[in-house]
């Protein structure tokens, strides 16, 4: 009887599992971003009720609290005009089920230590590839501008700026910059842990699939001129190669592995360089005496700086005027304490500061600004206690790190929670996440002592 109890609980768990792999996909194709009541009743049934217990959980609730009375105070419309309370409340309840999602996953357990899988890793990134794989597609079946740059794209899922006639219906290339970091992430994940991945039953193709992806994705960004996207990338790429290289010591694959990227870029340059110092006969002038032939060299068609992002980070390096705005946001914050400073200018024309926090604290005033600040501090001290935690296994420490990788950096610098309320969603179901495993690292310790 308890074996059969056991197999239908493991049977329910496993297709909870799914269902919740399926509700991350259909939220990252962003097609019922203005049907979210539909996505969020499906979710739901998919929460494990018991995890509102936790003390993080509390947390949250307090801040979403906070952010609807500060909407209230702000504008009674809320209570008699439907279309604005369903803009309002609706997100809200959405960034609160995906906090709930994330403590509701299953982490799985091998002997003494808390482990990754392939389920992990799929409810972690699911929701950031279906996004990416659908721009893939945008760009191979829509007429695209040729080269892209950095007004965005069209794309083949809702897009408020078509529907609004901004930004000629493209899709801005900051917030597509949102999905394409954490995509590319996936490059370097899986280059030098391809190994371990295999172990936990992922595919060749379905590995080779997901590098091609994100090297695609990366591209992209480099068209775009998205530097936030190739600057994070190549800090994430030097994260795991160093990790790597403390971890195996292989220091004749890395090695192997840097000489075939830096010979091939060599490569391409001597043949530039030889080919350019070719001259190509063009024609002749033939006189009574001589003859004259014109010549032309040709121009190297390969170049560091023709690419768009090379282009841009060697004229502007990673200086940028909004750093400059955090000062005046502040002020603003604290001159609309109870929230109202959004039509406030942190600079001539600018009135979004772009940093989540201090963005939130000037519309919505200082207590949501303190609370949202208080849990993104709390999930900062659970991860590093997952990362030195040698109950954790590394494959899952750096997943959930490089995730934090991308998105504290994407906070600092951009208005996510006014510009893409389901990307913020996505944030606390991480959240959630790794309030999940601090949980189950903190059970694991406890029952550690009390054997010892």
């Known amino acids: 009887m308890n074996k059969l109890l056991i197999n239908i609980k493991s049977i329910f768990n496993d297709s909870r599992h799914a269902l919740l792999l399926f509700f991350l996909l259909v939220l990252g194709t962003h097609f019922l971003d203005f049907h979210l009541y539909v996505i969020i009743a499906f979710g739901l049934f998919l929460v494990d009720w018991r995890c509102v217990k936790y003390k993080s959980f509390l947390l949250v609730l307090f801040f979403i609290v906070s952010?609807?009375?500060?909407?209230?105070?702000?504008?009674?419309?809320?209570?008699?005009?439907?279309?604005?309370?369903?803009?309002?409340?609706?997100?809200g309840m959405l960034i609160l089920l995906m906090y709930l999602l994330g403590l509701s996953l299953k982490i799985k357990k091998k002997k003494h230590a808390i482990v990754s899988d392939k389920r992990i890793f799929y409810s972690?990134?699911?929701?950031?590839?279906?996004?990416?794989?659908?721009?893939?597609?945008?760009?191979?079946?829509?007429?695209?501008?040729?080269?892209?740059?950095?007004?965005?794209?069209?794309?083949?899922?809702?897009?408020?700026?078509?529907?609004?006639?901004?930004?000629?219906?493209?899709?801005?290339?900051?917030?597509?910059a949102y999905y394409l970091t954490l995509m590319t992430f996936l490059l370097p994940l899986i280059l030098f842990?391809?190994?371990?991945?295999?172990?936990?039953?992922?595919?060749?193709?379905?590995?080779?699939?997901?590098?091609?992806?994100?090297?695609?994705?990366?591209?992209?960004?480099?068209?775009?001129?998205r530097r936030t996207v190739v600057v994070l990338f190549i800090l994430v790429f030097l994260f795991i190669f160093s990790i790597y290289f403390f971890e195996y010591k292989n220091i004749k694959k890395v090695f192997i592995s840097l000489s075939v990227l830096v010979t091939l870029f060599y490569t391409v340059q001597v043949y530039e360089a030889y080919r350019v110092g070719i001259p190509e006969t063009k024609g002749i002038i033939v006189t009574e005496n001589f003859i004259v032939p014109i010549v032309e060299y040709p121009e190297a068609r390969f170049s560091i700086e023709s690419i768009p992002i090379f282009s841009k980070l060697a004229h502007q390096g990673l200086?940028?005027?909004?750093?400059?705005?955090?000062?005046?946001?502040?002020?603003?914050?604290?001159?609309?304490?109870?929230?109202?400073?959004?039509?406030?200018?942190?600079?001539?024309?600018?009135?979004?500061?772009?940093?989540?926090?201090?963005d939130m604290g000037k519309d919505l005033g200082i207590l949501p600004f303190i609370l949202f600040f208080l849990?993104?501090?709390?999930?900062?001290?659970?991860?590093?206690?997952?990362?030195?935690?040698?109950?954790?296994?590394?494959?899952?420490?750096?997943?959930?790190?490089?995730?934090?990788?991308?998105?504290?950096?994407?906070?600092?610098?951009?208005?996510?929670?006014?510009?893409?309320?389901?990307?913020?969603?996505y944030i606390f179901f991480y959240f959630g996440v790794v309030s999940n495993v601090y949980v189950q690292l903190k059970n694991k310790q406890e029952t550690s002592l009390e054997e010892a």
């Open 375 to 425: 849990v993104t501090i709390l999930h900062i001290y659970y991860l590093v206690r997952i990362f030195f935690s040698g109950y954790i296994e590394n494959l899952l420490k750096y997943q959930l790190v490089v995730i934090a990788m991308g998105i504290f950096a994407i906070m600092l610098i951009e208005p996510i929670f006014n510009s893409d309320k389901t990307f913020f969603a």
């Open 319 to 358: 200086k940028d005027s909004r750093f400059n705005w955090w000062e005046k946001s502040f002020t603003i914050m604290l001159a609309y304490p109870f929230g109202g400073g959004y039509d406030e200018y942190v600079a001539p024309g600018i009135k979004l500061t772009h940093n989540v926090w201090l």
């Open 193 to 225: 842990y391809f190994s371990k991945f295999k172990k936990q039953g992922f595919y060749n193709l379905e590995l080779f699939t997901l590098l091609a992806l994100s090297v695609f994705i990366l591209y992209l960004s480099a068209l775009m001129g």
């Open 67 to 91: 952010v609807y009375i500060s909407w209230i105070f702000l504008d009674l419309r809320i209570f008699y005009q439907m279309e604005l309370a369903k803009q309002v409340l609706l997100p």
């Open 124 to 176: 972690l990134f699911v929701f950031v590839i279906s996004y990416n794989v659908l721009i893939v597609w945008s760009y191979f079946t829509i007429p695209q501008d040729n080269p892209l740059s950095g007004i965005g794209m069209y794309v083949c899922f809702p897009n408020p700026y078509a529907s609004s006639n901004i930004n000629g219906g493209h899709l801005i290339s900051t917030i597509l």
